[in-house]
């Protein structure tokens, strides 16, 4: 079994920083691409940032050149640095696994989320 946890979720004024983290755990061999996701209320869950084990990213338009994503492959931990947060950041964060487990099955793995809430 794998597990993805989150951590760092909170709440924060708008101009504010906050820095997520995910660790994996479990029956892992190889954690492949990673990747966060929010979901803001009443909203579709969409993709912020990934990353890829050579440390390939991708952002989101919307979160570029204030969000960075990192991970250490070694710890199986990824991480999401938030900067010039604002109110439309808003959401539920997912953490994202694709990982090849001991048993050499390739699955997707989800964390249960962590809330940010950008408010004065």
């Known amino acids: 079994q794998v597990q993805l946890v989150e951590s760092g979720g909170g709440l924060v004024q708008p101009g504010g920083s906050l820095r997520l983290s995910c660790a994996a755990s479990g029956s892992i061999v190889s954690v492949n691409a990673m990747g966060w996701y929010r979901q803001a209320p009443g909203k579709e869950r969409e993709s912020v940032a990934t990353i890829n084990t050579s440390g390939t990213t991708n952002y989101a338009d919307s979160v570029k050149g204030r969000f960075t994503i990192s991970r250490d492959n070694a710890a199986n931990t990824m991480y999401l640095q938030m900067n010039s947060l604002k109110p439309e950041d808003t959401a539920v964060y997912y953490c994202?696994?694709?990982?090849?487990?001991?048993?050499?099955?390739?699955?997707?793995?989800w964390g249960k989320g962590t809330l940010v809430t950008v408010s004065s």
């Open positions: 994202y696994a694709y990982v090849v487990t001991r048993s050499l099955n390739n699955i997707h793995v």
